[in-house]
């Protein structure tokens, strides 16, 4: 915290109000960088006059303040309030990395948790969601470090200690509606079950603790578990189905999250995943199953499965007049066909005689490679050769005018094979 400093989420309300001036005096004391962020929402109409009241509060206190204002976009799918705070931490996080602050402070307390574990159990959460919020979460490649110091708080420790220091604070006139399902919890289940248990907040807090350091101990056991199903496969993310088999539902469910998740994915729900596993695992040897989630495809090919971003072979063909390009990039394929000079390979005389043709796949293409035996159709040579349907998909066939003259994953045709001063080797090059 002392090399990059700390920032505080303020939105001008009690809390964290309380928790920048709790932080001002430290930062003072010990010399490390505090500086106070605010966003504001354009929701409400008094919003714009609470970005003076929080700079003035910074002000007061000797604290470096900046704000952004968000528009909240599309709130398809997660609801205003989810998509309110997805606007409101991306602002934080560029911010952050604005100012080069290494630590994000944010005013949760034990109130909030506690509305976000009942939050989780009403979303059928697992051990991961379940945990709750924690207390400190370590920084990524795009966010900085989470710190949530007063999360094991009662709100009315802070009311408390805000009311000591004369805080001047934001009354949001939000958080006394209960059409937001936060607010609602709060309201009218979390106050009559604090005047029954009033100790509710603490062992709610304890139980999301708990769930926290058992769901570090399960995520220990899935890493161990996706390393043993990963295969060394050069082509594509691969895991092993009968590696997978060998796991129960639970374990095995949460590798192919994790393993979606690390391809950029949002975590799949259960129903989706056992679905998944029912049509990877019971299709016939034979059959090529093709499963879609969030812009992703899931093939699977004898004991593989492979997780590729979703592509749909261009139904137009390219062409190219070609006169010694070492490439020749096709975006539309997501790849490039690559000419590399060699001693053996087809005469670039040959290549020069008409277009290059860049073909998706139609069925019943055959090839000859050795000229001492027949050509075989592209599907005798992919069974034989072992070539995984995402490479048969993605990579198209090259032609010259009307030759078949390579297929990726197989190889070149043999007529024109040849030795001289000017032969190419022909190689397809995905960015997949």
Request: with cysteine; glycine share 6%.
């Given at each position: 915290m002392r090399e990059r400093g700390v920032a505080v989420a303020c939105s001008g309300g009690r809390d964290s109000a309380a928790l920048l001036h709790a932080l001002a005096g430290p930062a003072r004391e010990h010399g490390f960088r505090l500086i106070c962020l605010h966003v504001d929402h354009g929701l409400q109409e008094q919003s714009a006059g609470w970005v003076g009241q929080v700079a003035q509060l910074a002000a007061g206190l000797g604290v470096e303040f900046d704000h952004r204002r968000v528009t909240v976009g599309s709130t398809r799918g997660q609801g205003l309030e989810a998509a309110a705070r997805s606007a409101r931490y991306a602002a934080l996080q560029a911010m952050c990395a604005a100012h080069g602050v290494g630590v994000l402070a944010v005013g949760h307390h034990a109130l909030d948790q506690a509305e976000t574990l009942l939050m989780r159990l009403l979303r059928g959460s697992g051990p991961r969601g379940l945990a709750g919020m924690r207390d400190w979460r370590d920084p990524a490649a795009d966010r900085p470090a989470h710190w949530r110091p007063m999360l094991a708080l009662h709100p009315q420790a802070i009311a408390a200690y805000a009311a000591a220091h004369a805080i001047a604070h934001v009354d949001d006139p939000t958080n006394a509606l209960h059409d937001q399902l936060r607010n609602a919890l709060r309201h009218r289940v979390l106050a009559p079950l604090l005047d029954i248990a009033p100790h509710a907040l603490d062992t709610l807090g304890r139980s999301a603790r708990l769930l926290g350091a058992a769901d570090a101990s399960l995520e220990n056991l899935i890493a161990a578990d996706l390393a043993a199903c990963r295969l060394p496969d050069a082509s594509a993310p691969t895991l092993s189905l009968t590696a997978l088999a060998a796991l129960d539902s639970y374990r095995r469910g949460s590798v192919l999250q994790r393993w979606l998740e690390a391809a950029g994915c949002a975590p799949p729900p259960e129903a989706w995943l056992d679905q998944a596993w029912r049509q990877l695992s019971q299709a016939a040897a034979d059959s090529a199953p093709d499963l879609r989630w969030q812009q992703h495809q899931l093939?699977?090919?004898?004991?593989?499965?492979?997780?590729?971003?979703?592509?749909?072979?261009?139904?137009?063909?390219?062409?190219?007049?070609?006169?010694?390009?070492?490439?020749?990039?096709?975006?539309?394929?997501?790849?490039?066909?690559?000419?590399?000079?060699?001693?053996?390979?087809?005469?670039?005389?040959?290549?020069?005689?008409?277009?290059?043709r860049a073909v998706a796949r139609s069925g019943g293409e055959r090839l000859r490679i050795d000229p001492r035996r027949p050509s075989r159709s592209l599907r005798q040579w992919y069974q034989s050769l072992d070539v995984p349907p995402w490479q048969r998909q993605r990579a198209p066939l090259l032609w010259l005018g009307r030759t078949l003259l390579h297929v990726p994953g197989v190889g070149s045709a043999c007529e024109p094979v040849t030795s001289g001063d000017d032969c190419w080797q022909l190689g397809w090059r995905s960015d997949a």
């Open positions: 093939l699977r090919h004898r004991d593989r499965v492979a997780c590729l971003p979703a592509f749909e072979p261009p139904a137009a063909e390219a062409q190219l007049r070609w006169d010694g390009e070492p490439s020749w990039t096709l975006p539309q394929w997501r790849g490039a066909w690559q000419f590399v000079p060699a001693a053996v390979g087809i005469p670039g005389a040959l290549l020069r005689t008409a277009p290059l």
